[in-house]
């Protein structure tokens, strides 16, 4: 099943993938470097921003299975997700985080940022465990207001963001997450689209609190990337792990940047050994 799906997805991707990749992903559902590696202690987290379900630029047309082919290869425990539409014109009144759960079988979570088209548009989340608690908290946008996604699973807490185009609504907004961590005990995974303007950026506003888990790629756009927009991040409230330690580095069995345009952002996944870090707190 999950073969079918990813060749349908191959029908979007890059004309310059070489020849050995595209015969790959036809014959074998899924690149190497894509093969689940997952054991008990292993969660496999992805961030995607998925354009609402537009692909890579309006030619694509409204296909939710887009997005549900690729989360449905990869095979998240955890996946965030950005620009989700929720129950307005442009997705025809779907609830695109909760249709993306029933395709794959995950859990869903919705935070809203704003109105949009007689409904809304925010982030979203799925999970293969059920929460433990969800809270969303506002962020400043100039062109337009942000959330932050927080769902609190048993061993690990996700927060999920799409942060503002403009530097100094970034700036408030990494403050505002920043001081969320103290709210839990167990360790955080800061996911998101960012749009931030280099990794220079990344470590000026989150670089305290936050280790960088996701590979050193680039993710946007998802035709010929040229800018890394999309992070996956970890932070130890109790301090016991300190920002960029091993422990948090020895914990990635696993880290993709995977080629693909069913949507404008390629997504990022990690395999995370979280027995290692909880071993350590």
């Given amino acids: 099943m999950k073969k079918t799906s990813f060749q349908l997805l191959t029908l979007y991707c890059l004309l310059s993938f070489s020849s050995s990749l595209m015969a790959q992903i036809i014959s074998t559902g899924v690149p190497d470097g894509l093969a689940p590696k997952k054991n008990s202690e292993t969660i496999r987290i992805m961030t995607y921003n998925i354009r609402a379900c537009r692909g890579l630029n309006d030619s694509f047309g409204l296909n939710p299975n887009l997005s549900g082919n690729v989360i449905s290869v990869l095979n998240p425990d955890i996946a965030a997700i950005q620009e989700v539409d929720r129950n307005n014109k442009r997705s025809h009144g779907t609830d695109q985080i909760y249709l993306l759960g029933e395709m794959v079988g995950l859990h869903s979570y919705y935070g809203k940022a704003i109105d949009f088209a007689e409904g809304e548009y925010g982030v979203g989340a799925l999970t293969s465990e059920e929460a433990i608690s969800v809270r969303t908290v506002p962020l400043p946008?100039?062109?337009?207001?942000?959330?932050?996604?927080?769902?609190?699973?048993?061993?690990?807490?996700?927060?999920?963001?799409?942060?503002?185009?403009?530097?100094?609504?970034?700036?408030?907004?990494?403050?505002?997450?920043?001081?969320?961590?103290?709210?839990?005990?167990?360790?955080?995974?800061?996911?998101?689209?960012?749009?931030?303007?280099?990794?220079?950026?990344?470590?000026?506003?989150?670089?305290?609190?936050?280790?960088?888990?996701?590979?050193?790629?680039?993710?946007?756009?998802?035709?010929?990337?040229?800018?890394?927009?999309?992070?996956?991040?970890?932070?130890?409230?109790?301090?016991?792990i300190q920002v960029n330690s091993p422990i948090f580095q020895e914990s990635v069995l696993k880290s993709f940047v995977v080629p693909t345009i069913a949507s404008d952002h390629r997504p990022v996944y990690i395999d995370l050994d979280i027995g290692h870090i909880k071993s350590a707190l």
Avoid: C
């Fill in 141 to 240: 946008g100039k062109e337009e207001p942000r959330v932050l996604l927080e769902v609190e699973l048993s061993d690990i807490v996700l927060f999920n963001t799409h942060l503002s185009l403009t530097y100094s609504s970034r700036v408030e907004s990494a403050a505002i997450i920043n001081n969320e961590i103290s709210r839990y005990d167990k360790p955080i995974v800061l996911t998101g689209d960012f749009n931030v303007s280099d990794d220079t950026e990344i470590d000026q506003l989150f670089g305290k609190h936050w280790t960088v888990l996701s590979p050193f790629e680039k993710t946007f756009p998802a035709d010929e990337p040229k800018i890394r927009l999309d992070f996956i991040m970890i932070a130890d409230p109790t301090n016991m």
